[in-house]
């Protein structure tokens, strides 16, 4: 499938996502195994888009995480996004610009055995508008961190996410809970705040050596009353496997969007992850 992105495509894009679609906060990504240890991980993530003109390869997005652990059963979690769109322009060949993402500050509190989490968390709203990297960011994040660049809001979240490992290595991995996204530009939206539910379901194996995760995520609009459960909902598949080599674990993920609306602009996000356990 051919690589596009233009200035008019993205324009139209970003105003489609902030207009219709869910989005919630949350900082570390579903498809990374949350282990009780100082982790720094960088993921970069390549969507494939569906269309005539060509992007650029280097077209992207970046996450870098910090996990440090607080006591036994706390965990401060910080990251900062960051997207470059790339594109070959007709008339003044290729262009390009980047953006900073709303950088995510929150805490992970467990209980005894890690199989309760409990989320809290923000985003301060610091990603710029008018930029073609800001766009990608948006499609690229599409159900999972789409706040990370959504720009003019700032957004509150309570998540809960139970963890079931067997003996076997089997994984089960499920998460859901409000999302508050409170205004901070009360002369272009009228409405103050809204109210999202996150939520997603994953099956697994992880090991010592090597983690494989596969299922869904999703987002429900709660706070609008005129849309039926196609407006409200947003959904994606994703799979992803990491290896741990002492210190290291690098791993590859990719992600399929399930909504007509956005499979006619995405066919896919292809990405690589990498954390390195601090000492």
């Known amino acids: ?122 985003r301060v709203p610091v990603a710029e508008e008018d930029k073609t990297a800001t766009f990608v960011g948006l499609i690229t994040e599409i159900t999972e961190r789409y706040d990370a660049f959504a720009p003019k809001f700032l957004p509150l979240s309570a998540l809960m996410n139970y963890r079931y490992q067997a003996p076997t290595g089997f994984v089960l991995r499920l998460r859901g809970g409000p999302v508050f996204w409170i205004n901070t530009d009360k002369d272009r939206y009228e409405d103050g705040t809204e109210l999202f539910l996150n939520y997603s379901a994953q099956v697994g194996y992880e090991s010592k050596r090597f983690d494989l995760l596969g299922g869904f995520s999703g987002r429900a609009l709660l706070s609008e009353e005129d849309l039926d459960a196609r407006e409200r909902t947003v959904h994606q598949l994703g799979l992803a496997a990491t290896v741990t080599l002492g210190s290291v674990r690098p791993g590859l993920q990719v992600r399929i969007p399930l909504d007509e609306d956005v499979t006619e602009m995405l066919d896919a996000v292809f990405g690589l992850h990498l954390g390195i356990v601090l000492q």
């Open 1 to 122: 499938m051919r690589h596009s992105l233009s200035v008019t495509s993205c324009a139209l894009v970003a105003a489609f996502l902030l207009a219709s679609l869910p989005a919630a906060t949350q900082a570390q990504s579903l498809w990374l195994n949350w282990r009780q240890d100082r982790t720094l991980t960088l993921e970069i993530l390549k969507p494939d888009f569906d269309g005539e003109d060509n992007s650029t390869f280097a077209t992207s997005v970046l996450f870098l995480a910090l996990r440090q652990p607080i006591g036994d059963r706390a965990m401060l979690v910080a990251e900062l996004p960051f997207a470059h769109a790339g594109w070959d322009s007709r008339f003044s060949g290729d262009e390009s610009d980047n953006t900073l993402g709303n950088p995510y500050a929150g805490f992970e509190i467990y209980n005894q055995n890690a199989s309760f989490i409990a989320e809290v968390g923000l």
